[in-house]
C-alpha cells in the first residue's frame, strides 16, 4: 500500500487500484493538479483563491462575481459525483442558463464555508476515483449524452475557466478600488 498525505489526511490505495486504472489516476491527477498542484496554466485553484476576501469574493463585475465561480466549479462537482453514484433521483438542479445553480442565500460570511465545500468535493472525487476502475469512463450517466470519460474533462476545461475568471476578477476588482 501508498499512502499520500494531504491536508492532514492519509489516503491508500492497493497496488491493484494503481495499477490497473491508468486513465482514471490520469483525470485524477488533473483534478489534483488543478486543485493544489503546479497546472501548466499557471497558479493553482488553492493558489488562486487564498488571497480573496470575504468581502472581494461578492464583489460583482459584469454581473458575476468570484463567489459565482467557485459556486459553479462546487455545482459541477457536486452534479457530476452524483452521477457517478448513479443516484436514480438527481438532488441538484442546473437549470440556469449559466449552467450553476443560484445561490439561495448571498451571506458574505458564507466564504469559507464555500472553500471548505470545495475542499470537500475534491476529497469526494478522490475517494470515488480510488474505488473505481477505468471501465466507469465509458458509461453514460443517467439523463446524460456523454460518457463519463467525456463528462470529467468538461468538468475540468470548465474548472480552468473558472479560475481564470477568479484571477481577472480579482485583478479588475483590486485595480478599481
Known amino acids: 500500500m501508498t499512502a499520500r ?25 488533473r483534478f489534483t493538479e488543478i486543485y493544489e498542484g503546479n497546472p501548466s496554466f499557471g497558479r493553482c485553484a488553492v493558489q488562486i483563491l487564498a488571497p480573496v476576501t470575504d468581502e472581494l469574493a461578492f464583489q460583482k463585475w459584469q454581473g458575476l ?16 459525483l452524483e452521477l ?21 442565500y448571498r451571506d458574505k460570511t ?3 464555508m464555500l472553500l471548505d465545500r470545495l475542499q470537500t468535493t475534491q476529497d469526494n472525487l478522490e475517494n470515488f476515483f ?37 484571477q481577472l476578477f480579482h485583478q479588475v476588482l483590486m485595480h478599481s478600488r
Not at 448513479?86 to 450553476?100: C, G, N, V
Request: aromatic share 8%; charged share 25%.
Open 110 to 112: 458564507m466564504w469559507q
Open 130 to 166: 480510488l474505488k473505481w476502475g477505468d471501465e466507469i469512463l465509458e458509461k453514460r450517466a443517467a439523463g446524460q449524452e456523454k460518457n463519463f470519460r467525456q463528462l470529467l474533462h468538461n468538468v475540468l476545461d470548465n474548472h480552468v475557466h473558472c479560475l481564470a475568471q477568479v
Open 84 to 104: 457517478l453514484q448513479q443516484k436514480q433521483q438527481l438532488e441538484l438542479q442546473y437549470t440556469d442558463p449559466f449552467d450553476w445553480r443560484l445561490m439561495r
Open 65 to 80: 462575481s468570484i463567489h459565482d465561480a467557485v459556486w459553479r466549479m462546487i455545482s459541477w462537482r457536486e452534479h457530476l
Open 5 to 29: 498525505v494531504r491536508s492532514g489526511r492519509v489516503r491508500t490505495r492497493s497496488a491493484a487500484t494503481t495499477l490497473h486504472n491508468k486513465e482514471l489516476r490520469f483525470i485524477l491527477g
